[in-house]
């Protein structure tokens, strides 16, 4: 399975025709403690680069972007009711939203991880 | 409503100040800032209000369930409405409320939350302070760390890092909505208490915790604040 990078700093990794989708430990950096997430409904059809769902965090509520189109077809419930989880496990329990990939040629778009790396290294 | 830009080139910024305002016009008026906010080309905006009559707001993903009497404010006539950006439920009567909107790169490239409120609040303590106060963020406090960053249903029950107090009592508060690499945000300078006008609409515990200027020794309207 392959992961992918957003410059807004989310990630998917994708396993065939899903993708699992969530922020990176460098988003959560920045948020802070995270208080609130805010899932869509399965079945909802997003584009790449549309608001996907949000995240409150030190009452901020910051905006999450799909890294690629797609319908949703699960979310994690476990952050819903257990937010803090993001925060320790972002690439992993941590997880928001899995998607049925609508165009995997989308992906060219994104930045595979020693690419994210840089992008960081980047901005500091 | 009066707007101004104030400074030169890209260092200037938007100065709007529109009085007091109901609820559902200011929070109308907040969020066409955010909607109409060029990342690339706008000027970072401060927007100066109150509220006329006044209101309650609920943070962005806030149920008002258990928190508000939702028809006991309507037979009463006091608007409730919803903020763009995140924290919990605020009365807004006699306060001088702000919003900024800005990217992280007009204020020095701060792009953390919490670094961005001690930014963003800086412009507060300075005010404080030149009334003779001593604010300080909660996280700066002398009496060592607190309980921060609990999620409350009312925005004066929790205290964040970078809320301000004056000797350990919160002195308004401020939120941030955060989208298309846009900061957004909110906060409010309370001039007198409004706590015991808000009690008998709130289905929750009400807080000891807040103060105002009036409460600190500064009674003024906000004309004179400003």
Redesign the interface.
């Known amino acids: 399975m392959d992961f992918y990078f957003t410059r807004e700093h989310e990630w998917i990794r994708i396993d065939g025709q899903v993708g699992i989708i969530g922020i990176t430990a460098h988003a959560v950096?920045?948020?802070?403690?995270i208080?609130?997430v805010?899932l869509p409904l399965p079945g909802r059809k997003v584009k790449q680069a549309e608001?996907l769902c949000?995240i409150?965090?030190?009452?901020?509520?910051?905006?999450i972007y799909a890294p690629l189109s797609g319908k949703v077809i699960e979310v994690n419930e476990l952050v819903e009711n257990k937010p803090e989880i993001v925060n320790s496990s972002p690439e992993g329990e941590g997880w928001l939203v899995k998607v049925e990939i609508a165009d995997p040629g989308e992906v060219k778009g994104l930045m595979n991880r020693d690419e994210y790396t840089l992008y960081l290294k980047g901005?500091s | 409503m009066r707007s101004e830009d104030r400074g030169s080139g890209s260092k200037g910024w938007r100065l709007i100040d529109t009085g007091p305002l109901d609820g559902p016009s200011n929070m109308a008026l907040d969020e066409a800032l955010l909607t109409c906010f060029d990342p690339g080309s706008s000027l970072p905006v401060l927007r100066l209000y109150g509220w006329n009559p006044p209101a309650f707001s609920l943070?962005?993903?806030q149920q008002p369930n258990g928190v508000i009497d939702l028809e006991r404010c309507a037979r009463a006539g006091i608007p409730v409405v919803r903020r763009?950006?995140?924290?919990?439920c605020i009365f807004h009567a006699e306060e001088l409320t702000y919003s900024i909107v800005c990217t992280p790169g007009q204020i020095s490239d701060i792009?953390?939350?919490?670094e961005s409120?001690r930014r963003l609040c800086g412009f507060l303590l300075l005010a404080y302070r030149r009334l003779g106060l001593s604010p300080y963020f909660a996280v700066d406090s002398p009496a060592g760390p607190a309980r921060l960053?609990e999620?409350t249903a009312l925005?004066f029950a929790g205290t964040?890092?970078y809320d301000i107090l004056v000797a350990g009592r919160k002195l308004g508060?401020?939120?941030?909505?955060?989208?298309?690499g846009i900061i957004f945000q909110h906060g409010s300078i309370p001039l007198y208490p409004a706590l015991s006008q808000a009690r008998p609409y709130l289905r929750c515990a009400v807080p000891a915790g807040a103060t105002s200027l009036a409460e600190e020794g500064f009674t003024m309207a906000a004309e004179v604040l400003k």
């Open positions: 950096e920045q948020l802070g403690d208080t609130f805010e608001v949000a409150e965090s030190v009452k901020a509520a910051s905006d901005l | 943070g962005r993903f763009v950006t995140g924290g919990g792009v953390g939350v919490k409120f960053g999620r925005c964040e890092a508060g401020n939120a941030q909505r955060r989208t298309r």
